[in-house]
T-cell receptor
Framework: KNEVEQSPQNLTAQEGEFITINCSYSVGISALHWLQQHPGGGIVSLFMLSSGKKKHGRLIATINIQEKHSSLHITASHPRDSAVYICAVYDMGAQKLVFGQGTRLTINP | KAGVTQTPRYLIKTRGQQVTLSCSPISGHRSVSWYQQTPGQGLQFLFEYFSETQRNKGNFPGRFSGRQFSNSRSEMNVSTLELGDSALYLC???????????FGQGTRLTVV
């Protein structure tokens, strides 16, 4: 079993829909990251959080430390949001980032 | 403020050769980490350097090595290349190990 599990693996939606991507982890962490990767490879850091909730534009990230679970929400989704979204946790024991397998999001116009 | 720069962007090498990849971090960042991304394994941690010292190493063979210079620029080297080393190699810089990480565009290595 992977230390970081994301769901769903693939998600296709229509423009304007509300999107939720989930991340569960099994290790002790000090922080959780949500990353975005577009075709071509470059990765952009969207959020880094250790508790509560953060919001940036149409993106919202929440984390529940007790349940070891985080969600990334996209409101009013747009085709330009199409990308792979990756959850990563900083494993305090191993002292390294551990990554989920990613969620491939496609938003159709 | 310049981002993280990785060179080269693309590389084709033959089995048995060696390769060196470079990563220039954001100015002021002392931590540089390297990752390998493949379709089958996803993103995996290779190693982290901080102030010219290797702080941590992932589960990769000794053919994978790295170093960091006094200006925080880092290089990683893969010797005796195998077909399975074909991957996107990403580096990320941060002020400290567990602070926000900024990724480069990656180097896509193809071993033939």
């Amino acid at each position: 079993k992977n230390e970081v599990e994301q769901s769903p693996q693939n998600l296709t939606a229509q423009e304007g829909e509300f999107i939720t991507i989930n991340c569960s982890y099994s290790v002790g962490i000090s922080a959780l990251h949500w990353l975005q990767q577009h075709p071509g490879g470059g990765i952009v850091s969207l959020f880094m959080l250790s508790s509560g909730k953060k919001k940036h534009g149409r993106l919202i990230a929440t984390i529940n430390i007790q349940e070891k679970h985080s969600s990334l929400h996209i409101t009013a989704s747009h085709p330009r949001d199409s990308a792979v979204y990756i959850c990563a946790v900083y494993d305090m024991g191993a002292q390294k980032l551990v990554f989920g397998q990613g969620t491939r999001l496609t938003i159709n116009p | 403020k310049a981002g993280v720069t990785q060179t080269p962007r693309y590389l084709i090498k033959t089995r048995g050769q060696q390769v060196t990849l470079s990563c220039s971090p954001i100015s002021g960042h002392r931590s540089v980490s390297w990752y390998q991304q493949t379709p089958g394994q996803g993103l995996q941690f290779l190693f982290e350097y901080f102030s010219e010292t290797q702080r941590n190493k992932g589960n990769f063979p000794g053919r994978f090595s790295g170093r960091q210079f006094s200006n925080s620029r880092s290089e990683m080297n893969v010797s005796t290349l195998e077909l399975g080393d074909s991957a996107l190699y990403l580096c990320a810089s941060s002020f400290e190990s567990n602070t926000e990480a900024f990724f480069g565009q990656g180097t896509r290595l193809t071993v033939v």
